[in-house]
């Protein structure tokens, strides 16, 4: 494969999501090239929804930038990537690009949870129960004792991404409890990541979102060492050395 003049981040997002691009270009300095593909995907955002996005997610990764050499692939779906299984995951994105270790959200965020040696989390999700309930499970199973969570039983990530800032400052408010050392705002769809200098200003708390941790841990595992701290506690910080 060609190495590039600079790194480049591929991404695979869902087919409706409307937030992580615009959350790319908020974050992740221009001297990186990111690009995007997309898979099939209606709502709800049911697990049953979820998992029918696994058989597209090989054949998507073949078709970012065939030929040139990724830092790092980031797949935009946290509730997707703890239904199917990070396993299932890799595997199917290591199929077509089996040189590089894809990253998740929920992978990056146990990663970010580290960095900030955080262990009790307080977690906001915009999900259904039964979606909420899979991503407390998972960071439970994890090592991660969830002292929270809230949720806001949207069923379309359409309408998610469409939430005005307030709405989701006053839900993140809400989900924490005293006694966690971070807010987990779990979904790629929600607009939440450019809100975390305010929620962490408001909570006195670090913050960390589901793109926000991806981009991080995407970005370092490309090599990308830009402290960003103004955009988020995490961005200050390396990855966990077992994670690079």
């Given amino acids: 494969m060609n190495a590039p003049a600079k790194p480049v981040i591929g991404t695979i997002l869902l087919a409706t999501d409307l937030v992580t691009e615009n959350d790319i270009r908020a974050i992740v300095p221009p001297h990186v090239t990111v690009c995007a593909t997309r898979v ?3 709502n709800p955002t049911s697990p049953e929804q979820l998992r029918r996005t696994l058989p597209h997610l090989g054949e998507a990764a073949r078709w970012l930038v065939p030929g040139v050499e990724l830092g790092a692939l980031y797949f935009s779906c946290t509730s997707a990537t703890v239904v199917l299984g990070e396993d299932n995951v890799a595997r199917a994105i290591g199929e077509t690009r089996p040189e590089v270790k894809p990253v998740t959200p929920i992978m990056a965020a146990k990663r970010a949870f580290r960095a900030l040696g955080a262990k009790k989390i307080a977690v906001m999700t915009p999900y259904i129960a039964s979606t909420a309930k899979a991503i407390v499970d998972h960071l439970e199973e994890h090592g991660f004792e969830v002292l929270n969570a809230h949720g806001l039983n949207m069923e379309d ?42 929620i962490e200003r408001r909570l006195g708390m670090p ?37 690079v």
């Fill in 40 to 42: 099939p995907f209606e």
């Fill in 157 to 198: 990530d359409r309408d998610m991404a469409r939430l005005p800032p307030e709405p989701i400052i006053e839900a993140a408010e809400t989900a924490m409890v005293e006694g966690a050392e971070a807010l987990f705002i779990s979904c790629t769809a929600l607009p939440a990541a450019t809100l975390v200098p305010e």
């Fill in 207 to 243: 913050v960390v979102t589901s793109n926000l941790a991806g981009l991080w841990m995407s970005m370092r595992r490309a090599g990308v060492t830009d402290r960003l701290g103004e955009k988020g506690k995490l961005l200050d910080l390396d990855l966990p050395e077992d994670a």
